[in-house]
C-alpha cells in the first residue's frame, strides 16, 4: 500500500478527472486534440488550454479555479447575523417561508431557501418530511368468512335467516306477455298472462 501525503491528494469531481484521463492521452501522444475535443464536448482551442494548463501546473491545473473561494453574490455576514438574531428574537418556530415573508415586513430581505439554509446551518430549524396520513386500516377480522355482505344481494350467504332466504330465494314471476289476439275496445293490445 502506497502511503501519501494529505498535501499530494488532490480533490477532483468526476468530470474533471474524466478529463484528466482524456487530457493524458493528449500529453503522451496517444490522442489527438480534435479527437479529445470531440470527446470533451469542447473546442480545440479549449483542449489546447487545458494541455498547456495541465503540463504547466500538472494534475492541479486541471480542478476549478473558484474551489473554496466564497461566492460572489454571497450575502454580507452583518445581514446573516441581524436575520438569525431577528429570527430568534421574533419569529422562533416559523418555517422559512412565513419567517421570510415576516422579515421583509422588517426590511430584511432574503430568499426563503437561503434563510431555511441558514436556519439549518445555525440549527434553529429541522426540516419535516411533509408525508401524507396513510389513512387508517381497519383492525383485522377474528375468523375466516366474518366479513359477510349484509345488503339486498340475490346471493344466498351463509349468514342469512331462513326466513330472508326464502324471500331471496322466491322465483320471479315472469312479466305479462302480449298476446296479439286479445284487443281493448279502444283497439290497443291488451297485456294478458300466459299459462304456465
Avoid at 37 to 52: F, K
Avoid at 60 to 83: C, D, K, M, T
Amino acid at each position: 500500500m502506497v502511503d501519501t501525503d494529505e498535501s499530494e491528494r488532490i480533490e477532483m469531481s468526476r468530470r474533471e478527472r474524466d478529463r484528466l484521463k482524456v487530457l493524458h492521452g493528449v500529453c503522451q501522444g496517444e490522442r489527438s486534440q480534435k479527437e479529445a475535443a470531440r470527446l470533451l464536448r469542447l473546442t480545440t482551442r479549449q483542449v489546447r488550454r487545458l494541455v498547456r494548463r495541465l503540463e504547466e501546473q500538472g494534475d492541479q491545473g486541471l480542478i476549478h479555479r473558484l474551489r473554496g473561494r466564497p461566492s460572489n453574490r454571497r450575502l454580507p455576514a452583518e445581514l446573516r447575523q441581524q436575520v438569525l438574531t431577528e429570527y430568534q428574537k421574533c419569529y422562533a418556530g416559523f418555517g422559512p417561508t412565513l419567517a421570510c415573508e415576516k422579515l421583509a415586513e422588517q426590511g430584511l430581505r432574503v430568499s426563503h431557501d437561503t434563510l431555511r439554509r441558514w436556519l439549518l446551518a445555525a440549527g434553529l430549524w429541522q426540516g419535516q418530511r411533509q408525508r401524507e396520513q396513510h389513512r387508517q386500516r381497519r383492525p383485522r377480522r377474528e375468523c375466516f368468512g366474518e366479513l359477510v355482505p349484509s345488503d339486498a344481494s340475490i346471493h344466498r350467504t351463509a349468514g342469512a335467516t331462513s326466513v330472508e332466504a326464502g324471500v331471496r330465494d322466491r322465483p320471479r314471476q315472469a312479466p305479462p306477455s302480449v298476446d296479439s289476439s286479445a284487443r281493448s275496445p279502444s283497439g290497443t293490445c291488451a297485456a294478458t298472462a300466459m299459462p304456465q
